[in-house]
C-alpha cells in the first residue's frame, strides 16, 4: 500500500536529509519516507538503504497511520499557519523510537560512579 507524502512534507524532508546535524536514524528513515512516495520498491529501497525490508515497511506503515493528522497539522494549527520546523518536529516525532517494554534500569548514579 503506497504512502501518500505532500509537495511541503516532501521539501521539508528533503532539506532535513542534507543537514549534516540530523541524527542518521532520522535520516535513513526520512530517506525511507521520501523513496516510498518517489513509489519505488520496498524491496529496492532496502537494497538502496542498505537495510531490511521489514524496517521499510516499518517506517512506512507508522507513516501511513499518522498521513491524516499530518494533512490536518499541515493546513492549519489552532488557526495560526504551521511552520515548517514545526512540521519537522512531527515528523521526528512519528519516525522515533516507541517506548520499550519492560522495567526501567535499577542502577543509580551512585552505582555507575
Known amino acids: ?4 507524502v505532500s509537495p511541503r512534507a516532501a521539501q521539508i524532508l528533503h532539506k532535513a536529509v542534507k543537514q549534516r546535524t540530523l541524527e542518521k536514524h532520522y535520516t535513513e528513515r526520512m530517506e525511507i519516507i521520501l523513496l516510498s512516495n518517489s513509489r519505488k520498491r520496498n524491496k529496492d529501497i532496502a537494497s538502496q538503504l542498505n537495510i531490511v525490508v521489514d524496517t521499510v515497511m516499518k517506517w512506512q506503515k507508522r507513516w501511513r497511520d499518522n498521513e491524516e493528522n499530518l494533512l490536518k497539522l499541515e493546513s492549519s494549527y489552532d488557526g495560526k499557519q504551521v511552520t515548517d520546523n514545526d512540521l519537522l518536529k512531527e515528523y ?14 535499577h542502577l543509580t548514579e551512585m552505582d555507575i560512579a
Open 1 to 4: 500500500m503506497p504512502i501518500s
Open 92 to 105: 521526528k516525532d512519528i519516525l522515533s523510537d516507541l517506548p520499550r517494554s519492560g522495567s526501567p534500569g
